[in-house]
Structures are given as C-alpha cells and as structure tokens.
C-alpha cells in the first residue's frame, strides 16, 4: 500500500507530463532540464544540483635526447630535442622547464625570449612555453645551448620536464626526463 505523499508525487507527475505535451493533441514531446542546469525544488523535495562538466585531462608524456655538441672547441653549441606526446583527450597549453643546468649550459638562438630563467649563480632553471600538442598526437622541440665547460660531459647534469597549464594530468610520473650532454662522442 502507497502512502499518501507517494500517491501525491505520482499524481502530480502525472499532471506534470499531461502539461508539458503528452496530452491529447498535443505536438511536442516534454523537455528535460539540461544536464548543466540545476532543476529547482518543489514543495517538499531537494533540488537536485546541476552536473559539474567532466574536467580537461591531459596525459603527457615525455623523452629528450642527449645534448650534442657540435664538436666545436671553444664553446660549442649543443642541441637537445624533446619529444612530447599527448595521449589525453584535450589540447592543453604547455610549459616545458629545465631544471638543475650548469651555468656552463646557457640558452642560445631563438626561441627563448618568451622563456623565464633564474639561476643562483651556480644552476640555471628555464621554463619556456610550448606549442601545445594535439589530442592523440606528439611534438618534437629542439633547443640550442652553448657549452662553455667541456667538462660537463655526464648523465644526470639537470632535468626537463612538461606540464599541462591549463587541464589535469592524468598521470605525471613521466613527464620528467633526466638530460646528460655528451661533448666528445658518448660513452655511456
């Protein structure tokens, strides 16, 4: 046996349907809050809250390669290239930051005047903005460095890593890469 608030409820779910279009002639089927939009309450009941969208997730991955000098004496240049893929399902905005460099490692050629560094007089750190990577999809960046200690030669002389500005990381455990810089050909 239904209560009688339990009878009412339907009885005016009843009345509710019958307005909204499912009445004798009428021509539109009734419509349904969206799922964005909070449905107020009625006498007796509790609003039921709006849906939260789903947030932006980005899962970015990182690799980079060793740095490579040119061979050069001197103060050779040195490139180093990043890959970064984008197995998420958004395109976030990205930064790409370099953390720990020597100071023999200083930044050269384009592409860094828009990139924030500090260093202690010791380490250097750079973060640099990057063009963001599609959905799905992976990016390569080079860098250009000048070595002015050819001494620096090793495997762990910093890191670089990336960073979603503007969406969740998924899973940031491997985003970092730690960077070595071979000066006169690798041995390790």
């Known amino acids: 046996m239904r209560s009688v608030g339990t009878r009412m409820v339907l009885?005016?779910?009843?009345?509710?349907?019958?307005?909204n279009?499912?009445?004798?002639?009428?021509?539109?089927?009734?419509?349904?809050?969206?799922p964005t939009t909070a449905r107020p309450a009625t006498a007796g009941s509790t609003p039921i809250p709006a849906a939260t969208p789903s947030p932006v997730v980005a899962d970015l991955?990182?690799?980079?390669?060793?740095?490579l000098t040119n061979g050069s004496t001197g103060a050779p240049s040195a490139t180093l290239k990043v890959t970064v893929h984008n197995q998420g399902s958004s395109t976030p905005a990205l930064t790409v930051t370099f953390k720990h460099l020597p100071m023999g490692i200083a930044p050269i050629g384009d592409g860094w005047g828009s990139c924030?560094?500090?260093?202690?007089?010791?380490?250097?750190?750079?973060?640099?903005?990057?063009?963001?990577?599609?959905?799905?999809?992976?990016?390569?960046?080079?860098?250009?460095?000048?070595?002015?200690?050819?001494?620096?030669?090793?495997?762990?002389?910093?890191?670089v890593s990336v960073a979603a500005l503007d969406a969740?990381?998924?899973?940031?455990?491997?985003?970092?890469?730690?960077?070595?810089?071979?000066?006169n050909g690798c041995t390790f």
């Open 11 to 19: 009885a005016a779910t009843l009345l509710l349907v019958m307005t």
């Open 21 to 34: 279009g499912c009445a004798a002639g009428a021509t539109s089927a009734p419509t349904a809050p969206s």
């Open 61 to 67: 991955s990182l690799s980079a390669s060793k740095i």
């Open 168 to 183: 969740q990381e998924r899973d940031a455990a491997d985003n970092t890469a730690k960077l070595a810089i071979c000066t």
């Open 116 to 159: 924030d560094q500090t260093d202690d007089g010791t380490i250097r750190t750079i973060a640099c903005p990057a063009t963001p990577v599609t959905a799905g999809g992976t990016a390569t960046f080079t860098y250009t460095f000048r070595v002015t200690f050819l001494d620096l030669g090793g495997e762990d002389i910093g890191t």
